[in-house]
């Protein structure tokens, strides 16, 4: 039998992929799970359990939350990449990484066929097609729910005719969860108006009271919390444990999706804003005003190609360079207060701060130059404004 490679994840669409490539098709499944963050150890195990009971003959669940953060989710925060303001990647640039580990496993078992369970409305088709075409071109993808525009019931119906009847109809909405945040999808998403409810969210809120933490950065990146030091992507995750329990980083986000139509997607992702928001007000303090300028418009570029599964190509390398350097002063201590649904930047403090500087406070005192000064300053810069309106006065 030939081998085929599946994007696992233990959910309907993917569940149903196992079981037509094996009826249908007649290949010896191989399943993968790429954990970005979403699933823990008991989660893991469950899903490695499912896939086995629907025959694979192996299962490899691949932890890479260090490869992701090194590779993505630290020039989304140098960056500050929040797509069309709002979205800040939670699942889009997951994909990009998945697809690319599980090519390489393909790769190393000698598989002839890659398989994933996208529909032909989405970006994650483009995504998981463009990693699996650059990488490896020889070898075949199969996509079950999209060639046979497959409804949920159509899935269901298949999976229980041949042994497989978990409670898929239970689940009502459509859940991707990783370090960076969790998308959800439902009926309320499909339409223009209706929001999601509350229960909608996984993360509930737990706690009322404020609470004021401390996010330490060094060189753009997150190194630690309250005074507690740690790797990047372990301050992550114990910043997301206290700041999702306030239901902080919840938003709906309408964008234009790589295959041309509009789409809407609720999203929660606590740790990811806050992060993002507080680096940004760093930066307001330490970096130049062209710094930012330039900056703004590179990190959303960055964002754009990221979203887009674009990750191989070579701008997108420029820009990382570009993030990198912009970084070297973005060191110092970020207050931050949490609150239900929400959260306020109290201040900073680094000792790249701008507006330490000896030459003035704002609105208050100048020590740098005179009355006159500034006059002269003044009446030169407004010279522009008076030649264009003295010579177009009837307009």
């Given amino acids: 039998m030939e081998k085929v490679v599946v994007a696992y994840s233990g959910g309907l669409d993917t569940s149903y992929c196992v079981k037509y490539l094996q009826h ?20 893991l195990k469950v899903v490695e359990a499912k896939a086995y009971n629907m025959g694979v003959a192996s299962h490899t669940n691949k932890n890479i939350l260090d490869i992701y953060y090194e590779k993505a989710i ?60 650059t990488l490896a071109p020889e070898i075949e993808i199969i996509t079950p729910i999209r060639d046979l525009k497959l409804s949920r019931q159509e899935e269901i119906h298949y999976l229980q005719k041949h042994g497989v009847d978990y409670p898929w109809s239970k689940a009502k909405y459509s859940i991707n969860k990783g370090i960076w945040g969790t998308s959800i999808g439902g009926v309320e998403t499909l339409t223009s108006h209706q929001a999601l409810p509350e229960e909608a969210y996984p993360s509930q809120l737990e706690k009322t009271t404020p609470t004021d933490v401390k996010l330490h950065f060094k060189n753009g990146e997150l190194i630690g919390l309250n005074d507690e030091f740690d790797s990047p992507v372990n301050t992550i995750l114990k910043l997301e444990a206290i700041a999702s329990k306030y239901a902080i980083g919840r938003d709906i986000h309408v964008g234009d999706t790589i295959v041309g139509i509009k789409g809407r997607v609720g999203f929660e992702a606590a740790a990811a804003t806050v992060i993002i928001k507080a680096h940004h007000l760093l930066e307001k303090h330490v970096l130049s005003k062209w710094q930012q300028n330039l900056k703004e418009n590179m990190g959303s570029t960055y964002g754009m190609l990221l979203h887009d599964g674009q990750y191989f190509e070579p701008a997108m390398r420029d820009l990382e360079a570009f993030l990198v350097n912009s970084q070297k002063t973005v060191t110092g201590t970020v207050f931050v207060t949490l609150k239900p649904y929400h959260f306020t930047l109290n201040g900073i403090e680094s000792k790249h701060d701008l507006m330490k500087s000896k030459f003035g406070e704002y609105g208050e005192t100048n020590k740098a130059w005179t009355a006159d000064d500034a006059k002269g300053f003044i009446k030169i810069l407004g010279t522009p404004n008076k030649i264009y309106h003295s010579v177009n006065s009837e307009l």
């Fill in 24 to 43: 249908e098709l007649n290949l010896e499944v191989h399943s993968v799970l790429v954990n970005t963050g979403g699933f823990s150890e008991e989660e």
């Fill in 74 to 133: 630290k020039f989304m925060v140098y960056g500050n990449v929040l797509k069309n303001n709002t979205y800040p990647l939670s699942v889009s640039a997951e994909r990009v990484f998945q697809a690319i580990e599980v090519v390489e496993y393909a790769k190393k078992i000698d598989a002839k066929y890659i398989a994933h369970g996208s529909t032909g409305a989405g970006n994650d088709q483009v995504r998981f097609d463009m990693i699996f075409q």
